[in-house]
T-cell receptor, first 114, second 114 residues
Framework: AQSVTQLGSHVSVSEGALVLLRCNYS??????LFWYVQYPNQGLQLLLKYTSAATLVKGINGFEAEFKKSETSFHLTKPSAHMSDAAEYFCAVSDSSGTYKYIFGTGTRLKVLA | DTEVTQTPKHLVMGMTNKKSLKCEQH?????MYWYKQKAKKPPELMFVYSYEKLSINESVPSRFSPECPNSSLLNLHLHALQPEDSALYLC?????????????FGPGTRLTVL
């Protein structure tokens, strides 16, 4: 069965510092992976997706993620944090058993310090 | 139109009430989803509709009754809910259900059951 693990339920960074949010997956087949952001009292917004094309994926708002098969990871990074990046971030894998429903990680709350 | 809309934004209901949540998309997507999200948790899948037919029911109690009147609309009928059903209810859509494609989320309905 597929699964997603997000290490660190809370991450704090200073404004202007590197953002690194970790996501590891477990899958017996090539996975399709997604990062979503959720601002308070809002829905989820897609940041980026990996669908077996380029391993370095660029998304919106300056975020990118690198797919590393050897490490079963899909970590999300941003070179310089902005106050507006403070939100909840979810990593998800698309289930390959035939339903293609999402399997979400538990989420990481990003706090940006002035 | 590239968004999923949900109404109402907020809903307060008693345990004996009957209410409905509405979701709409005009992106031509043929798969639509209902999720329930409790505070500080990832969304939990409730139902999936594919080509207006219910394809996945994640063992949701019968007090939640989904309906897909056409390819653009998705309703969730609520009856005799319990206080523990209070949550953010998210609707999502994707181009199709039979493949690993991204889901587009609405802003959610914040439901409070008294």
């Amino acid at each position: 069965a597929q699964s997603v693990t997000q290490l660190g339920s809370h991450v704090s960074v200073s404004e202007g510092a590197l953002v690194l949010l970790r996501c590891n997956y477990s899958s017996s087949v090539p996975p399709y992976l997604f990062w979503y952001v959720q601002y308070p009292n809002q829905g989820l917004q897609l940041l980026l997706k990996y669908t077996s094309a380029a391993t370095l994926v660029k998304g919106i708002n300056g975020f990118e993620a690198e797919f590393k098969k050897s490490e079963t990871s899909f970590h999300l990074t941003k070179p310089s944090a902005h106050m507006s990046d403070a939100a909840e971030y979810f990593c998800a894998v698309s289930d390959s058993s035939g339903t293609y429903k999402y399997i979400f990680g538990t989420g990481t709350r990003l706090k940006v310090l002035a | 139109d590239t968004e999923v809309t949900q109404t109402p934004k907020h809903l307060v209901m008693g345990m004996t009430n009957k209410k409905s949540l509405k979701c709409e998309q005009h992106m031509g997507h043929r798969a639509m989803y209902w999720y329930k999200q409790k505070a500080k948790k990832p969304p939990e899948l409730m139902f999936v509709y594919s080509y207006e037919k219910l394809s996945i029911n994640e063992s949701v109690p019968s007090r939640f009754s989904p309906e897909c009147p056409n390819s653009s609309l998705l309703n969730l009928h609520l009856h005799a809910l319990q206080p523990e059903d209070s949550a953010l209810y998210l609707c999502a859509s994707s181009p199709r259900a039979g493949g690993p494609n991204e889901q587009f989320f609405g802003p959610g309905t914040r439901l409070t059951v008294l």
